[in-house]
């Protein structure tokens, strides 16, 4: 799950299989131009955060992607472009 607020980017990482929290997952903001803005581990809660600053890129360097990276070959990633899905 992920939450925006005045402070930066917040997320909630969580295993499918047992929706317990996940502890040092890699994840790794990328801009428009697949430029590394930044990455962030989940703390022992599985909360990570990326800072507003790391945010207010315009053009090419604006966040497109948050890619999030597991244990074995695990991998997801966040379009930040498209629309919130609200349940």
Known sequence: AAYESEDGLYFAVRSYNSGKPLSGIKLRLLSRDNTIISEV?????????????LLLGEG?????LVQA??????FTFMDLQQPALDL
């Open 60 to 64: 090419g360097k604006e966040p497109k």
């Open 41 to 53: 581990l989940s703390d022992g809660s599985g909360h990570a955060q990326f800072a507003k600053a």
């Open 69 to 74: 990276f597991g244990t074995g070959d695990d």
